[in-house]
């Protein structure tokens, strides 16, 4: 099993500070499938390509765990098959094992190449392929050229016959090398479709980790979800409802068993309606929504003429490109485009241009703050800026014992998850430390015994203290 990746960024040889494996050197590592040999066949300044190469024990195949989805049938069948050569979920798992911190976007020797895009070139000369794969990888950035492999006549029940190409794939594109990673080691099982290992519920973590920044607005993420989760529905259910909050709400759900009736509207959307009717009801027609995001709630904003001037404001100049984008203010209607505006701020810093406003959204953002930077955020939104209403949501802590499969928070960049009485706590010391007065509530699915999904609260300020 064979995958190779060449970039001709220059100096191209960094690519050795990249993946931490110097390129002078064959590095062999031991996996649990067999053994894992990378080396360079070519390191140029000009050019450089990396292949790594899983060579696998056929008998650690059969023998061990039992596989969860294999066809053989036959005893020899668990022998002889098409495993060690064509590229599977085993590359997907020896590749994470290998290059473990240049998957996470991490490089002590080079922060910033790690963090730039770079013309790659990907080679995969035999993967295994149930579906399209310009269709998974396109929507990515990558430029696809996918042939068909032929093959000799294969007899019918054999482990090579069966619905599954043979496809030799090659990916070009300028992207970070991070993102090339975790999209090899998400999308080549959901290629194959056929995972050798059990799918725990950890897999879920998993699966959004390396999904972070692109699973969310795939087109196919709910074939992405379902294949990867091994086809457990209830899986695929929890880590569409935790994908990235700002992006989940969209996206085709339309997918191979897309269901038929009318799907209700996904907490995301719940929340964003929610919100949405909070601020009509307070009136409010100049309007902040702090730590945007990818812009899911401005988007609502927008189309809602009662809103005279919308700023969305977010620490992350990422997000910031992304509600660009997303709203189009490059070509919407000058008047539409007027009333909005992004601004790169961040909420633990005070910000005078942030005064002076109706109304102030934080939906899901308090949680993606250090406990002890909280109160720095309290002092700039409810101190400083102080509007006459702020709205904010954030995740039920409790709630989450109904969620299968997740174990620890809801999103890997949460720093907390409150339960009900911590938030009522929280809500009470802003009520008593500004002078605000604040209604609590729930969005979504409704637990008698542990309340909603998502928790939201109502600050107001009595009227005479508004300025
Ligand atoms: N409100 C959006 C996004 C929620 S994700 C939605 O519900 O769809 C949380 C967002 O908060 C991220 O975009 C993150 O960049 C932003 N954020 C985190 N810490 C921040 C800070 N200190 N200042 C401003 N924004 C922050």
Redesign the pocket.
Known sequence: MLLTVTTTHRPATDLGYLLVKHPDRTHSFDVPTGTAHVLYPEATEDRCTVALLLDVDPQRLGGGRKQQASPDSFTLGQFVNDRPYAASSLLASALAKVFRSALRGESKDRPSLAATPIPLEIHVPVLRCKGDPVALFEPLGWTVTARVIPLDDVPEGHPLAGDSAYVDLTLTGTLRLADALNHLYVLLPVLDDAKHYWVAPDEIDKLLRSGEGWLASHPSKELIARRYLAHRRSYMLSALERL????SADGDLSGESAPAAPRDPSL?EQ?RDAVLAALAASGASRVL??????G??LAGLIKDMRYTEIVG????SK?LDLAHKRLHLDNVPSRQAGRVTLWQ????YRDDRLKGFDAA?????IE??DLS?LPA?EASVFGHARPGTVVV?TPNAEYNVLYEGLSGMRHS?HRFEWGRSSFAAWTDRICTTYGYNAALSFVGNMDKSVGGSTQMAIFTLPRKDES
């Open positions: 990235s909050p700002d992006l995301a929340r929504d702090l730590g945007c995001g990818g899911a709630l404001t977010d620490v992350s997000a701020s961040a909420l633990t959204v934080l939906m899901e953002v993606h703050l930077r955020l949501t960049d």
